[in-house]
């Protein structure tokens, strides 16, 4: 176990139980043998479950949890009721240090909440976000979106934060060497906006250095294209985003699927355009970028979509093992540390962080 890495995972957290949360984990196992899992959950569920997945049982360790957090609780019951819940365990398995990231596809709030409490903010952060994979034109496929909900209010030095935590994020994800970071405004000129989107610009373009630069305001139709790498913004306003932009991919693929079966001759079309509609559909599948991370946590922690299947399980746990592999809230305290001391986010631990690498 200790030559493994190590993924704490709430299974019962999502709407549809256990069985595609097991999935997405045999899938992503399939590829990555050098995977442990605790579950925390119902055991006799979890052990019937397995029963019939050995390959998967081998490289699980099941813990018993008597509590369920609901979508529908309220944070504040939930951190004061659910020290039994398989969210709770799920979360105290990191904090203890058996594991290196947690999973959970239930309430969100709660999630936030419970990881807050449980693993306390990193230094330096006031406010924790939620950043998402976003699918884009990117060479590598997405964009980064912070913060897609972990709190509605966001001033001026917390978008600062998020466009240090977000930058880490991108290069640690995505390998990229200076990710350029964009603010999200009702247009790009520098006057657009309210004060304090105005007032974080300036301090975003004072802190740019070679750890990322700084692009200036962006709008909502950038996300998706090559404008940005990172996209900030505060939760209210990334979290509406977040769902219009799944709503809008689903009526997508409903409206193809109806056109292609409005006739004869479109469903025989349908027979030359397969491969490239498959493509698409890939392409525009919110499941394949289910998984938001929680950023300024001491400590990794994956939330996956409460109605996920087992394609949005499995990407949500692929995401958690490439976060467990590295050291990205040591990463993140250092450069909000620079900010802390009047300093800029330039690339001093650049050395630091190869060496973290090496060393895993």
Known sequence: MSRSTVISIDAMGGDRGPAPILTGMAHVLSGNRNLHFIVHGDETKLVEALRRRASLRAHCEIRHAAQVVSMSEKPSRALRDGRDSSMWRAIDT?????AKVAISSGNTGALMAMAIFILRKAPGIDRPAIAVNW???APHGYNTVLDAGADVRADSRNLLQYAVMGA???HLNFGI???RVGL?????EPGKGPQDLRDAAALIEAAAGDRF????FVEGNDISKTTADVFVTDGFTG?????????????IRESLRDAFRHSFWSRAATLFAVTSLQRMRQRIDPRRANGGVFLGLNGAVVKSHGSADAVGCASAIALAAKMAETDFPRLVAAQLAKLDAGGDT?????GDERRGESGK
């Open 213 to 216: 630069s700084f692009v200036g």
């Open 177 to 179: 060497e200076q990710p």
């Open 346 to 350: 330039r690339g001093e631990t650049r």
């Open 94 to 98: 990191v904090a203890q240090g058996e």
């Open 135 to 137: 699918p884009s034109r």
């Open 168 to 170: 880490e994020y991108a």
């Open 239 to 251: 979290n509406v985003t977040l769902k219009a932009a799944e709503g809008t991919a689903g009526f």
């Open 184 to 188: 999200l405004n009702i247009g790009t």
